[in-house]
């Protein structure tokens, strides 16, 4: 019972947070497990995260036919619903399994355990590439077992988003800053995004990519290529 008010809700500690402990135990559980069966298997895992419609399918749509000589990939795709980016991998000729979480506003480990079971990793790919459900705030609470976190951010969402929504720039590996085509026509400033990203997460690595020209993306093809040949 909630002793500021008593109006009958539970107080934090008495349920909230005891469930909420338990279902991230449960990700930690899945997530290293997803972790010991990829290293089993030789495959680096990448987790793209990133609001809705931030361009993380065009970024695989762009990635994949580049890196599909050198590396075996898989995806994973997570939405509410729909299989609408599953048919635009399977485009591409690469195995995908979508997730449809039907509400869950990201994936968990045990969705992505499931999924790599369907994948079947005994066929020996190199690479898989999991695309988050567009959000870039819970995601960042539910690890997947991954080995490298990419924020895929647009230019259209603002340059301030690194200092407003830290947690999951926190966590990550690499910033993809993708439609720089349009910095010319919206008051959006790279420098302030690169310096924000930066203060947040010296570490990650920050790439600026169009779909629509293909600029910056043989950088950003160069550092997947060097993380998927990490060896760990
Ligand atoms: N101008 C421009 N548009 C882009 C670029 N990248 C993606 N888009 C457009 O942005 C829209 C959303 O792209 P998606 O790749 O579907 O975005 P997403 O992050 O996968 O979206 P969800 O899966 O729904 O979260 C599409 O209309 C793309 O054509 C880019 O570099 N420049
Ligand atoms: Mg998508």
């Not at 990448?46 to 898989?74: D, M, Y």
């Not at 980016?85 to 000729?93: A, S, Y």
């Not at 355990?113 to 066929?123: K, M, Q, S, Y």
């Amino acid at each position: 019972m909630c002793k500021e008010c008593g109006c009958g809700e539970p107080e934090r500690n008495e349920e909230i947070i005891p469930v909420a402990r338990e279902i991230l135990e449960e990700n930690t559980h899945y997530a290293l497990h997803n972790k010991e069966h990829l290293r089993k298997h030789g495959i680096v895992m990448f987790n793209l995260v990133g609001s809705p419609g931030a361009g993380k399918t065009t970024l695989l749509e762009r990635t994949i036919p580049a890196l599909r000589e050198e590396f075996k990939i898989a995806v994973v795709e997570g939405d509410l619903e729909t299989q609408n980016d599953k048919e635009r991998i399977d485009r591409l000729g690469v195995p995908c399994y979508q997730i449809c979480t039907h509400g869950a506003c990201h994936l968990d480990a045990k969705m992505v355990h499931h999924a790599l079971h369907e994948l079947n990793l005994d066929d020996s790919f190199d690479i898989v590439f999991v695309e988050n459900v567009g959000n870039l705030v819970c995601p960042a609470d539910f690890p997947l077992g991954e080995d490298f976190r990419v924020v895929v951010l647009s230019v259209p969402e603002g340059d301030d988003k690194p200092e407003k929504y830290p947690k999951i720039f926190h966590g990550s590996d690499a910033v993809v800053l993708t439609k720089i085509d349009l910095v010319p026509h919206l008051d959006f400033d790279v420098e302030k995004c690169r310096r924000g990203a930066y203060q947040v997460n010296p570490k990650a690595k920050f790439f600026e990519v169009s779909a629509k020209t293909g600029d910056g993306f043989q950088k950003y093809l160069d550092w997947v290529r060097w993380a998927a040949k990490t060896p760990f």
